[in-house]
């Protein structure tokens, strides 16, 4: 079972992300990602994440185990053309189509709801890669005392 959705009509918030490593707001490294709002901490099943060196990479998988932690983030405030800017500089920044590509999933928020946002899909492979069983990369990067 894939948490993948083709049909981009079905999207509740097309201008909204699920982010789980460098874009996250609490871990953030980029400038490109100051001008956002936190929707809240979320989940994704059915997929797994490894640790790909300074970044996070995230696959789907079959297993309803496997999750990902991260928050859902808007820019809904944006205009079509600055949306449409900022969709570019992020998809940049991800390395899309070589490194990442886009696509619109389901997660869930804490508080039970489900929304369908987009998120970046790992697009190399994993076969070298240390993974990440607790799914959250804030908690494998935090330094453990």
């Known amino acids: 079972m894939s948490n993948i959705i083709a049909d981009p009509f ?12 460098t874009l996250r707001t609490d871990l953030t490294r980029v400038s490109i990602d100051t001008d956002v709002s936190v929707i809240g901490s979320a989940s994704m099943q059915n997929s797994r994440m ?5 970044y996070p990479a995230v696959i789907s998988s079959d297993n309803i185990d496997d999750k990902v932690y991260g928050q859902v ?20 920044y991800e390395g ?5 590509q886009r696509e619109l999933v389901s997660v869930d928020l ?5 929304v ?7 697009n190399r492979p994993i076969d070298n890669l240390l993974p990440v069983a607790s799914g959250d990369w804030k908690e494998w990067i935090t330094p453990k005392n």
């Open 50 to 54: 490894y640790d790909a060196g300074a």
């Open 96 to 100: 899309v189509p070589n490194l990442y």
């Open 10 to 21: 079905e999207v509740l918030d097309p201008q909204s992300f699920f982010v789980y490593g």
């Open 73 to 92: 983030i808007s820019y809904e405030h944006l205009d079509d053309a600055d949306w449409e800017l900022r969709l570019h500089m992020l998809d940049q």
């Open 116 to 122: 369908m946002v987009w998120t970046y899909i790992y």
């Open 110 to 114: 804490d508080d039970g709801e489900s």
